[in-house]
């Protein structure tokens, strides 16, 4: 009920920057929250960064002082901008959100994935 598209995925050069969107769509009352995960080849995913519909953000160490993540709730988006991009960066991105349908039901939805790659 709840879709999620991103976009923004792309090869990059180490140092470099890039800018992932992702925006909801389907029947939603209203999102809490919004992030990020990564999943790296034989790795497990996890957590990059979140944002609550107060603002409040939430960063991996590993991310800290280099990744933003800012929302929109007006058009139900969430932005990820990647700054001083490094190999070990290089993931399938996910955006996820969590809120409530406008049938009063909890639904928490996951996008489909893009690719980042870190490499020169």
């Known amino acids: 009920q709840v879709q999620l598209v991103e976009s923004g995925g792309d090869l990059v050069q180490p140092g470099g920057s890039l800018r992932l969107s992702c925006t909801a769509s389907?029947?939603?009352?209203?999102?809490?929250?919004m992030g990020w995960h990564r999943q790296a080849p034989g790795k497990q995913r996890e957590l990059v960064a979140r944002i609550l519909r107060s603002g409040s953000t939430y960063y991996a160490d590993s991310v800290k002082g280099r990744f933003t993540i800012s929302r929109d709730n007006a058009k139900n988006t969430v932005d990820l901008q990647m700054n001083s991009l490094r190999p070990e960066d290089t993931a399938v991105y996910y955006c996820?959100?969590?809120?409530?349908?406008?049938?009063?039901?909890?639904?928490?939805?996951w996008g489909q994935g893009t690719q980042v790659t870190v490499s020169s």
């Open positions: 996820n959100a969590e809120g409530i349908t406008s049938y009063y039901r909890d639904f928490g939805s």
């Open positions: 389907g029947r939603i009352l209203s999102i809490n929250a």
